[in-house]
C-alpha cells in the first residue's frame, strides 16, 4: 500500500532542480518505498521562476512567497534549497508548522543557525535531512566500513581536499555566495562544510584544529538579473567579495588521528576534485569524486612491496543496487541525492532517523565556526 507525501521546493535554483528530480525518481529506483512523493508546490523569488518549474516539473501550484507553503495543509515535506541567509528562517517556520524538512547545507550562516533549525525540528518532532550528500556514494559507505573494520590498521592521518574553479573567473557574477549577510561564510560553508561532515563520518569527532584563510578574487561584477549557480556576469559595477575562496586547515582528532582539510573555489584547473586518502598503520584508501565508483585500497604489512588496488564498488556497497545492476556502471551526482531523497523519505515512513540529520549539520558548522575564529586569532581551537 503506497500512500501519497505532498512535498514543496523553497528556492528554485540548482538545488531546487536537484531535488525535485529526486522526489520525482524515487518510484523509479525504491518501488517498495510505502510513500511516493506528490509535488504539490514551488516558491521562488525570482519572477516566473516558480511557475515555469511546475510546468516543466509537473507541480501542482507555484507562488513567490515561501510563507504560503507553511500554511499549506497538502505538504508533508519540505525541501529548502534557497541561499544560506534564509536556511534557519524558512527551516525554522515549516518545522514549527509541523512539516519534515530537507535541507540544504551549511544550514544558515553559523552553528547558531544550525542549532536554531535542529532544536525546531526535534521541539516539533518531524524528520530532518541535509544535504551532506558525498557520504551517500556508495564507495565513501564503503571506505568508512574499511576503516571501521580495522582493516587498514589504527588510523594515522588524513588529507580531505575541496578544490574548484567556479569562482576562479573574473567575471563569475557577483552572488549571494560572496555576500556575508546572505552567503554567509564562503568556501567554508560552500564546500568545507562537506569537508567536515567527511571528516566526522570517516573519522568521528574532531577535538581541535587551526586554519588559515584567503581571498584571491576581491572583485566581481554585480549580476544585472536573476542568476542560478555559479552564473558570469557581464559589465556589472564591480564590488567587494566578502568571504574567504581559500581555507587550509590541520585537524587533531579525538582518537588521536592527525587531519589536514584543505578547500578552494577558485582553484585554476580544478574541477570538483573532491576526495580524501586515509592513512592507517595497516594500510590506507583513497577516495576521488571524480571517480566516484572507485577506491583505490592499499592493506598488508610489506609496506613498499604493497600493492595498491583500484576497487569497483558493486551492488554490495551502500545504495549502489538500487542504480546500477553490476560495479563500473556508474553512477551519478544526482544519483546521490536520489539517496538522500529516499532517506529522508524512509524517516518519515518509519518515523525514525535514517541518514543525515540537523545534529550532522550542527557538528559541520561548529567546526567551521572553529576555523573561522582560528582563521582570526591565529590559535588553535579546541571543540
Ligand atoms: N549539497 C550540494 O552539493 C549543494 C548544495 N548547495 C546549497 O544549496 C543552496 C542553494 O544553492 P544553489 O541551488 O546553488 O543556489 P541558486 O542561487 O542556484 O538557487 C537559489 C534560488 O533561491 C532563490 N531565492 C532567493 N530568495 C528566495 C526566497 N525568499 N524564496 C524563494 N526562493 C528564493 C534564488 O533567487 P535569487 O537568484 O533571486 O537569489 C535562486 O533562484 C545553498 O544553501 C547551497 O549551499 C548548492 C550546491 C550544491
Ligand atoms: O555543495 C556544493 C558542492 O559543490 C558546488 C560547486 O561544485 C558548490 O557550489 C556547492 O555549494
Redesign the pocket.
Same mark, same amino acid.
Given at each position: 500500500m503506497v500512500d501519497a507525501l505532498g512535498v514543496a521546493v523553497? +528556492?528554485?535554483? %540548482?538545488?531546487?532542480r536537484v531535488h525535485t528530480q529526486a522526489y520525482a525518481r524515487l518510484p523509479h529506483h525504491y518501488p517498495r518505498l510505502p510513500l511516493r512523493p506528490r509535488l504539490i508546490t514551488v =516558491?521562488?523569488?525570482?519572477p516566473g521562476?516558480a511557475e515555469e518549474a511546475a510546468e516543466r516539473f509537473g507541480f501542482a501550484s507555484a507562488t513567490?512567497d %515561501?510563507r504560503e507553503v507553511a500554511a499549506d495543509p497538502r505538504v508533508r515535506a519540505v525541501s529548502v534549497? =534557497? /541561499?544560506?541567509f534564509?536556511?534557519r528562517e524558512i527551516g525554522v517556520a515549516m518545522a514549527e508548522a509541523g512539516k519534515h524538512l530537507w535541507i540544504?547545507? /551549511?544550514v544558515g550562516l553559523t552553528a547558531g543557525d544550525a542549532r536554531a533549525v535542529a532544536d525546531a525540528v526535534a521541539t516539533a518532532g518531524v524528520q530532518g535531512a541535509v +544535504?551532506?550528500?558525498y557520504r551517500n556514494a556508495p564507495a565513501v559507505e564503503s571506505a568508512r566500513e574499511l576503516i571501521a573494520s580495522g582493516e587498514i590498521g589504527t588510523v594515522t592521518h588524513v588529507r580531505i581536499r575541496l578544490f574548484s574553479d567556479y569562482a576562479a573567473h573574473p567575471d563569475g557574477a557577483l552572488? %549571494?555566495r560572496y555576500e556575508r549577510e546572505r552567503g554567509g561564510s564562503g568556501v567554508l +560553508?560552500?564546500l568545507a562544510s562537506?569537508g567536515a561532515d567527511l571528516a566526522r563520518f570517516l573519522l568521528g569527532d574532531i577535538a581541535a584544529l587551526t586554519a588559515d584563510t584567503a581571498i584571491f578574487v576581491p572583485e566581481r561584477a554585480r549580476p544585472s538579473g =536573476?542568476?542560478?549557480?555559479h552564473a558570469l556576469a557581464s559589465g556589472g559595477e564591480p564590488g567587494p567579495v566578502e568571504n574567504e575562496d581559500y581555507v587550509s586547515c590541520l585537524l587533531r582528532f579525538a582518537s588521536g588521528a592527525r587531519g589536514v582539510l584543505e578547500a578552494c573555489r577558485a582553484s585554476v584547473g580544478e574541477q570538483n576534485n573532491y576526495g580524501f586518502e586515509v592513512h592507517g598503520t595497516r594500510g590506507a584508501v583513497s577516495w576521488d569524486f571524480r571517480r566516484m565508483n572507485e577506491l583505490r585500497v592499499s592493506r598488508g604489512t610489506t609496506y613498499q612491496d604493497q600493492p595498491v588496488s583500484t576497487v569497483y564498488v558493486g551492488p554490495g556497497a551502500g545504495e549502489f543496487a538500487a542504480f546500477q545492476p553490476g560495479a563500473a556502471n556508474a553512477m551519478g551526482y544526482d544519483d546521490l541525492k536520489v539517496i538522500e531523497a529516499y532517506r529522508f523519505v524512509r524517516s518519515i515512513a518509519e518515523g525514525t532517523p535514517y541518514g543525515t540529520t540537523l545534529a550532522d549539520a550542527v557538528h559541520s558548522a561548529t567546526v567551521l565556526d572553529a576555523m573561522a575564529e582560528s582563521a582570526e586569532s591565529g590559535r588553535w581551537v579546541s571543540l
Open positions: 523553497i +528556492g528554485f535554483g %540548482w538545488m531546487g =516558491a521562488e523569488e525570482v521562476r513567490r %515561501w534549497t =534557497a /541561499p544560506n534564509l536556511h540544504e547545507k /551549511p +544535504g551532506f550528500n552572488t %549571494w +560553508g560552500d562537506h =536573476a542568476t542560478a549557480g
